[in-house]
């Protein structure tokens, strides 16, 4: 014999056995709709396609940063020759170089933010994971296979963390297939 507890918090909206009933493991006992939660898997969701766009827009800053160093680089090599030929100044050569060396920090930059945004996409995508998963408690089943003896509860019934933790249980379950005597 065990009590079934509800694991999710909301209201009760269906309930599909009674005092009486024959249950398989994993039959479905009740459904909990669960406002709250839902509304956290939606803002997750979108907070998951707000990052994905993210990600987007760092991608394309990267391939800008890369075209700025293939430019940046042909540059400093024709400055370079110009300034061995003696037609440009040498400080001309040194800035075309510290453009050249800016350019690579722009480049690592970008190719930071790149791996930043991927990292936050796959923590989000855990945290869609996790809520996912705690909606699979908003239907409370059997745990095995059994006769329902006791019910305390009813459609619209409200489903807090506090009846959680008073330990306020759904149903009770028996196994009557074996029974045993003490005497």
């Not at 709709?33 to 939606?42: C, G, I």
């Not at 997750?44 to 394309?60: E, Y």
């Amino acid at each position: 014999e065990t009590p079934v507890y509800a694991r999710a918090e909301g209201y009760i909206i269906k309930r599909y056995v009674d005092i009486g009933d024959y249950v398989k493991a994993g039959q479905v006992l009740v459904e909990i709709d669960s406002p709250e939660q839902d509304q956290q898997l939606r803002s997750a969701r979108a907070r998951l396609a707000q990052l994905r766009a993210s990600l987007a827009q760092a991608q394309a800053a990267q391939q800008v940063s890369q075209a700025n160093l293939k430019l940046a680089s042909v540059t400093v090599a024709r400055m370079k020759q110009l300034v061995a030929e003696g037609v440009m100044s040498k400080q001309a050569g040194d800035e075309s170089q510290a453009q050249f060396e800016a350019r690579q920090a722009d480049l690592g930059v970008q190719q930071a933010n790149v791996n930043a945004a991927r990292e936050s996409i796959r923590t989000q995508e855990a945290e869609v994971a996790r809520i996912e998963e705690l909606n699979k408690f908003k239907q409370v089943t059997a745990p095995f296979e059994g006769l329902i003896t006791v019910r305390n509860c009813a459609v619209g019934n409200l489903i807090t963390p506090a009846a959680l933790q008073a330990g306020r249980e759904l149903f009770r379950l028996s196994d009557i297939s074996t029974l045993r005597i003490y005497i």
